[in-house]
Each structure stands twice: as C-alpha cells, then as structure tokens.
C-alpha cells in the first residue's frame, strides 16, 4: 500500500494546508476573543460641548450632545436615557399626523374700469346641411352618381352638381360625400347612412 510519500515535497505542502485549516476551524467556532481596537474603547459617557451656528439658538450659548455609545455593551446606560427625556419638541404649529391642504389664495376681484372687455358675440354657426348620403351608383365610364336624400325628396347627383339650387357635390367617396352650401360657404362631410 503506497500513502504517496514518493514525493516528500508535495507531503509537506499538503501537512502545512492542513494544519492551517485546522487552526482557522478552531478560531471559528471557539469565537476569535481578540483585543478591542482602538476606536471601540472609547467611552460614551464623554460629551462634546460645541458652539451652535449663527441663527440657531442665542449667540454664545453652549449646546451639550451626548456621544452615542460606540460599544456593543447591552446594559441600561440611565445617564443616556436621562438627557434624551430633557429632550422637547418645539414645532412650527403644523401636525404632522393630519393632512392638511395648502390654502388656495383666493383672486380678488377686479374694479369695474380693469376688468377685460367683451366684445360682440362671435356670429352663430352656420346652419348644417341637412341632406343624408345614402347611397351611389358605378357607371362603366367611371362617373359615380350619388343618392342624396331631406325629407321624402330624393336626389341624383354627380361631382360638381348643384343640388336642392343650395348644395354643390364637391367629392364621391365609397363612404362619405364632401358637400358644400354656395349661400355660407359651410363645408360638409356627409357619411353613407345605411337603412
């Protein structure tokens, strides 16, 4: 049975990886007690005293802040607790737990000689055409004849046509008639009614 001693080399490389997995599996699970560093003893029962900026609070006056714990110490720190209970709040007024609207400014109104001018009342739309596109007629040539309908009166028209001695038939389309009144000048699309 050979354990691959041939290569004393290779042996000894293997003895040293194991011997520092071994110590860092112990280092793991036995929990690493090591020193605290430096930044970690500093005590927290020190306070600053600084100057509060201009504007703040009275010139010259001192605000005491306590320095927070920098320690994962779990004891009830009541010097902490004690200078947080001093603590008041001062607010502008407004409470935060309700919602409230900004007020709308409200426009005043303006005097009689400032207030904008009207004008004559635009002119009223033209009257619509009042005929219905039902419908049209191929010929071989090409020339389409459309069938106009008001009332119980029928007309047959081509492009160009006056009907009715008011409506001028300006374009046949499959679905839809351009008609124009000669008397206002009012355009009109008129689509295909279907019965």
Known sequence: M?????N????????GLLIVAAVLIVRAFRGGEEAPSPTQTVTASTAT?????RGATQPGRKITRPVLARTLDPTLRF???????DVTYKGNGRDIFRSQPEMAAIPKPLPPDQQ?????PPPPPPPPIN????????????????FLSRGED???ATE???????YKILHIGPNSVDVEDVLTNNRQTLPLVVT
């Open 131 to 146: 005929l219905k596109f039902y419908g049209f007629a191929s010929r071989k040539d090409g020339n389409k004849r459309i």
């Open 49 to 53: 005293t600084t100057q509060a900026p």
């Open 2 to 6: 050979k354990l691959g001693t041939e």
């Open 160 to 166: 160009g046509d006056i009907v009715d001695r008011r």
């Open 154 to 156: 029928i007309f047959v």
């Open 8 to 15: 004393k080399t290779k042996t000894m490389i293997a003895a």
């Open 116 to 120: 904008p001018k009207q004008g004559p």
């Open 79 to 85: 010097d902490l607790l004690k200078s947080s209970e």
